[in-house]
Every structure is written in C-alpha cells, then in structure tokens.
Nanobody, 126 residues
C-alpha cells in the first residue's frame, strides 16, 4: 500500500522560508507525477507545483513561481517543496500527491493523482 507523509509545516513570518517534505512508502516517485497542492481555509484545493515523471520538467502556479521549488532526493522517495519569501496568502494546508497515470495536461488538477498525504499546515503571519 502506497502512503505519503508530509512534514515541515509551521508558523512563520512574512518573508521567511520553509521546506516541506513528503516521504513515500510502498513505492517511489520515479516515473510518476508528483505534486504539491494547498487548501486555504474555506477554499478549494489548488495546484502549487508538480514534477512530471522525474527527471521531467517542473511546473508551478503563477502565484508561487520564482519563490517555490519542487525537488526530490536521489532515492526518489522524498519530494520537497522549498518555499521562500512566504506571504500571508500562502497560508494553507499543504498536501503532496502522487499520480501514476497522470498525463501532462492534467497535472494541475487533483483528479490526476491517486495517492495523497494527510496534509501539513503552513501559517504565514506577523
């Protein structure tokens, strides 16, 4: 059974950095789509970033482009989201997701992903 576990969330100030981790068990992140989504309180889940079929390209939502970076470790068992220059509007629960059958045109949609982590809260506040 494939399981994803996120960690690294917390409370930070605007302008700070934070690195989220997502570790997979029962599988790897090789040759699949892996993504980070976030869900602000009271809002729908939204796409943040994706790494499509390592060592494929990375994709970012415009709201985080230039500030966030998605990457994996050499073993392809952990995916990271490095978040710099955090803003209050980045506050949300962040989820990692793995999509074995995802196609490129669908990577920004939650329905493309088969497995999800439990989420980790990121709060950006002064």
């Amino acid at each position: 059974q494939v399981q994803l576990v996120e960690s690294g969330g917390g409370l930070v100030r605007p302008g700070d950095s934070l690195r989220l981790s997502c570790t997979v068990s029962g599988a790897t992140f090789s040759n699949v789509a892996v993504a980070w989504f976030r869900q602000p309180a009271g809002k729908d889940r939204e796409f943040v970033a994706s790494l499509f079929r390592y060592p494929g390209r990375t994709y970012y939502d415009d709201s985080v482009k230039g500030r966030f970076t998605i990457s994996t470790d050499s073993a392809k068992r952990t995916v990271f989201l490095q978040m710099n220059s955090l803003k209050a509007e980045d506050t949300a629960v962040y989820y990692c997701a793995r999509g074995q059958r995802a196609i490129l045109s669908s990577i920004r949609f939650p329905t493309a992903y088969d497995q999800w982590g439990q989420g980790t809260q990121v709060t950006v506040s002064s």
